[in-house]
């Protein structure tokens, strides 16, 4: 019954500006880690940004200064947001929740980044 939706995704130009968001249900969210992964066509499945339970976070360098990983506790949803956004920054955005027991994975979000 854990469920995670992701949403938000899009069509920006290069320069532009995306905030997905990840809605969760099924598990006790404020307890999870949350994060925001992608995979591009032909590469692998790469960690973007992570929020800890606490509100730290962690961002892959190529993405520091452009991406703000955030959650709302009170609406078990997090956030990506998205600026500056590359080409090399298109992917399918995906969401996950990392409990005591295990990780789970929302079904993406595709973000295309093209002028």
């Known amino acids: 019954q854990v469920q995670l939706v992701e949403s938000g995704g899009g069509l920006v130009q290069p320069g532009g500006s995306l905030r997905l968001s990840c809605a969760v249900s099924?598990?006790?969210?404020?307890?999870?880690?949350m994060g925001w992964y992608r995979r591009a066509p032909g590469k692998e499945r790469e960690l973007v940004a992570i929020i800890g339970t606490g509100g730290s976070t962690n961002y892959r360098d190529s993405v520091k200064g452009r991406f703000t990983i955030s959650r709302d506790n009170a609406k078990n949803a997090v956030y990506l947001q998205m600026n500056s956004l590359k080409p090399e920054d298109a992917a399918v955005y995906y969401c996950s929740a990392h409990t005591t027991y295990d990780i789970y994975w929302g079904q993406g979000t595709q973000v295309t980044v093209s002028s």
């Open positions: 099924g598990i006790i969210f404020s307890s999870a880690a």
